[in-house]
């Protein structure tokens, strides 16, 4: 196993993300425009970045550039 090997962690074996959206919420989003998403997207970026460690950045772009 390679110091930056993707594996699940112990303490979330079992576990999962859940998240509802409603035919509302949908219907909102189309009606953002393509920069609005964009500049989401991009704040939520620097926003991941700016909390990870060096080596979870290492993981994440390993991820990244990965085929599944």
């Known amino acids: 196993m390679s110091k930056y090997e993707v594996v699940p962690k112990l303490e979330n074996a079992d576990k999962g993300f859940h998240y509802t ?14 920069k609005d998403i964009f500049d989401w997207l991009e704040k939520t970026n620097k926003f991941v970045y700016s909390i990870q ?10 991820i990244k550039n990965s085929t599944l």
Do not use: N, Y
């Open 53 to 62: 460690t060096p080596e979870e950045r290492i993981i994440a772009r390993k």
């Open 21 to 34: 959206v409603t035919d509302e919420q949908i219907i909102e989003h189309q009606k953002r425009s393509l």
